[in-house]
């Protein structure tokens, strides 16, 4: 089921890019960084970083955007040390409501991404057996789904308050982030601003 709607999403994003080409100003708009917490299947929740870019529009209203994300979460309990990380490189298209006389841009967005998940345990010495190391590495695909609200703090840079869950085989994940982007070159105005404009 979980494979079928990422297929589904990625048909209707190829089919959406496709269509509307016409309208599109796609390349390298902004770039910016993430700070947030996660929250993933099974696990306590735990800190994340990342970076990603958007690459201009596909439509007037939709962005298309690049990430690259990181968390790492760690237990010991009886001296066995757990750890689990997940790097997530994707892309994602967000779509912005038309918002009049506003500051604060809203946006829902849909994305694809692979999830390079690694899982370790270490179980200490004892009973005349030495310290053991297990570990597994897993590359799983991923639907995300989320919005959030962004507004331009000056002329060249953007904040972003945003909530995605992720969903992914036995690592399905919640996250809160907040983002800064920076305008890359003499564009004319940022992001939140050609929304406010309109």
Do not use: C
Not at 96 to 125: C, D, R, W, Y
């Amino acid at each position: 089921m979980k494979r079928a709607v990422a297929v589904l999403s990625l048909v209707l994003s190829v089919f959406a890019a496709s269509s509307a080409l016409a309208q599109s100003d796609l390349g390298l708009k902004r770039l910016g960084i993430a700070a947030g917490y996660v929250s993933p299947e099974n696990l306590d929740g735990t800190g994340s970083f990342g970076v990603f870019a958007d690459h201009g529009n596909i439509t007037p209203n939709v962005h298309l955007e690049s990430h690259a994300d990181y968390w790492g979460w760690s237990q010991n309990s009886l001296g066995i040390e757990s750890k689990v990380h997940d790097i997530a490189v994707g892309v994602r298209s967000k779509y912005q409501f038309e918002v009049k006389n506003s500051k604060v841009v809203p946006f829902a967005g849909v994305g694809l991404g692979m999830h390079f998940i690694h899982s370790e345990a270490t179980f200490p010495a004892g009973g005349g057996f030495p310290a053991e190391t297990a570990s597994e590495s897993k590359t799983k695909l991923g639907v995300d789904l989320g919005g959030g609200l962004s507004t331009a703090v000056s002329p060249r840079a953007d904040l972003m308050g945003e909530l995605w869950y992720g969903v992914v085989t036995d690592v399905s994940q919640f996250s809160m982030r907040v983002a800064m982007s920076f305008k890359l070159g003499s564009q004319p105005t940022s992001s939140s601003s050609r929304s406010r404009s309109r």
